[in-house]
């Protein structure tokens, strides 16, 4: 198994609302990651999870609230969000560098097909 | 600062080869990556190319980097209408190779 799967694929929600985002992958991966895409431009780190400790937060806002219940699965929580969060957020998990001999891997990250946020 | 920059659209016939054009910024990156985004989904690794070399092939892409300029490109031969997408270069943030800064990435349409 070698997907990143995501889910919800759309959600509408409005700006008083509670809603998550999941993420789940079966590779054995120690690395999960949260990225925002705005239309026409490239992806922006939100967060990244290393063995299931929050590793790096990109200064993001905190009506964003990352989760990591365990090594295979990853929240995003959503909460008093606004009208110009709306875009499409990418999961991505990798191999932890410390797992490969030599201590660096190739860093390569899976990515799963996104989930498209739209707050109205 | 942190932008890498690319090319924003690139138009080629179909057999042609294209050339994608990606320049970088930080010296100390150990991988660049090209991914591949079709329309509505996810990033998909094409390539990659470890920081002590200058070229790497793989099947009908060609990957060249020029660390004194910090210019990455990649070369798809023989490109075809499926190879129509948006390309992005990315680079590893020094050793730490957990951060990955994309591109602003190259639209590639192919026409018959």
């Known amino acids: 198994d070698t997907e990143v799967t995501q889910t919800p694929k759309h959600l509408v929600m409005g700006m008083t609302n509670k809603k998550s985002l999941k993420c789940e992958q079966h590779m054995g991966h120690r690395a999960m990651y949260w990225y925002k895409q705005k239309a026409k431009k490239p992806p922006e780190l939100m967060f990244v999870?290393?063995?299931?400790?929050?590793?790096i937060n990109e200064s993001v806002p905190s009506r964003f609230s990352p989760e990591c219940p365990n090594s295979s699965l990853l929240n995003l929580h959503l909460h008093a969000l606004q009208p110009e969060d709306s875009a499409l957020y990418l999961c991505?998990?990798?191999?932890?560098?410390?797992?490969?001999?030599?201590?660096?891997?190739?860093?390569?990250?899976?990515f799963g097909e996104g989930s498209r946020l739209t707050v109205l | 600062g942190e932008d890498v920059e690319q090319s924003l659209f690139l138009s080629v016939r179909e057999g042609d080869s294209s050339v994608i054009n990606c320049t970088y910024t930080d010296s100390s990156s150990t991988y660049l990556y090209w991914y591949k985004q079709e329309p509505g989904a996810g990033l998909q690794l094409l390539t990659y190319?470890?920081?002590?070399?200058d070229m790497k092939q793989d099947q009908r892409l060609t990957v060249l980097l020029n660390k004194k300029d910090k210019h990455l490109s990649l070369r798809i031969a023989d490109t075809q209408t499926g190879d129509s997408a948006i390309y992005f270069c990315a680079e590893s943030m020094g050793y730490n190779t957990d951060k990955l800064i994309f591109g602003t990435g190259t639209r590639l349409q192919v026409f018959p």
């Open positions: 190319i470890f920081s002590n070399m």
């Open positions: 991505a998990s990798s191999q932890d560098r410390s797992e490969v001999a030599g201590g660096l891997n190739t860093g390569e990250l899976f």
């Open positions: 999870y290393s063995y299931e400790k929050l590793s």
